[in-house]
């Protein structure tokens, strides 16, 4: 089955493969490379590196010599976040893997952009944004906390939404946005009170930081967030291309 166009070739050799491997029974050997290279209708390096994704994630392993076998996953009570060639947001991400998406809105309020998302969606610290605060849980385990802004100017609505079970990335493209592209900044943080309360860890504690910017077509931002995530069972994954 060729790849079609208008999606990377990469992310859908890796999506099929990880429908594939599911429905196989650990031990199960992959197909050679230059067979799945003409069932996909890719190159050998785009098919190595959907594969590697797959391996680094614990659902297929490398045997030298001997070829490619699917294995149980090692980490079955992590969920990576895939930031690859689309924007497509974290609800619809951990849906395609199969895994059960559930939100808490703890907060959604209008407030000043203030020093926290002036810069970055490019406003006065006046103006008025919604503010979106989250907790994101997988499979009923919790996986981060989340909150974004998003300009009240141009989405004047938006705080009649409900994003208990919804997805804000559809709800954009619902408001007519194409989504171009999102700038992540990945860093560590210190978890401070209210953080570690809200992550079940020590205050004090270190945690994964993702800085989140998503923009149009038009390069103009329309949300901006911040994102903490757990230790015991989160992992941010990146496919960079050149």
Known sequence: MPIANGTS???????????????????TRLPAEPVLCDEYGVSRITLRHAVDGLIAD??????????????????ASRYPERFADQVSGFHTQQSREGHAVHTRVIGFEDAAAGAFSSDKLAVNSADRVARLTRLRYVNDALHHLAVTDLPLERFPGILDADFTDGSLFDY?????????????????????????QHLGV??????????STVYDSDDVAVSYGTS????????IAFGLHG
């Not at 903490?228 to 992992?235: D, G, K, Y």
């Open 9 to 27: 070739k990469y992310v859908a050799v890796r999506e099929h493969l990880l429908t594939r491997i599911r429905d196989l029974e650990v031990g």
């Open 58 to 75: 614990g659902f297929l392993v490398r045997e030298q010599g001997r070829g490619t076998f699917v294995s149980a996953p090692r980490y």
């Open 172 to 196: 954009l493209r619902g408001a007519g946005v194409t989504l171009a592209r999102n700038e992540v900044v990945v860093s560590l943080d210190t978890a401070d009170t209210a953080l570690a």
């Open 202 to 211: 020590e205050v004090g504690e270190k945690v994964l930081r993702v800085d």
């Open 228 to 235: 903490h995530f757990t230790p015991q069972n989160s992992e």
